[in-house]
């Protein structure tokens, strides 16, 4: 089986918006991460949840995560929302992405280790055509991958 096989449609967000849309889409859709699409809806990233659970932290808390331990529930619990001004863009990992897409014809294979080896959920599958440019396939997500391979280990 092929890549273009498994891919299916995935929920996207613009790296231009909220981080509380992202959180709204990764809680009620229960994602692990979500494909980041530039203006002309390419997919340029993938913004996992860790990525947005970080983002919601105050940044203190990362230059001294011993503070955790001094702050009260209530305020705690206070703290850890998005702020609404903050974008996708804020909260993606700093420098050049790591891979995130494959090309259509790959095989389950090829998938399973990019998935493996960067830990991202969502692995975007692009046809390049003849003039070079890619085209989005769809997406291939872990849930989508271990039913297949489960789904193999049966039959």
Do not use: K, N
């Amino acid at each position: 089986m092929r890549a273009r096989d498994l891919a299916q449609p995935c929920a996207s967000i613009g790296i231009g918006d909220s981080l509380a849309l992202a959180a709204d889409l990764l809680v009620g859709q229960r994602l692990s991460g979500l494909l980041v699409v530039d203006a002309q809806a390419r997919p340029v990233a993938v913004l996992r949840a860790e990525h947005l659970i970080r983002a919601c932290l105050p940044r203190y808390l990362e230059q001294d995560p011993l503070l955790v331990r001094v702050i009260d529930e209530p305020h705690a619990d206070r703290l850890c929302v998005a702020p609404p001004e903050r974008l996708v863009a804020d909260c993606l990992p700093p420098g050049r992405a790591r891979q995130f897409s494959v090309a259509h014809d790959c095989t389950v294979l090829e998938v399973a280790e990019l998935m493996a080896r960067t830990g991202c959920p969502v692995v975007a599958v692009q046809e390049r055509s003849t003039h070079g440019a890619s085209r989005y396939v769809g997406a291939v997500t872990a849930a989508r991958l271990l039913a297949h391979l489960r789904q193999d280990a049966h039959a």
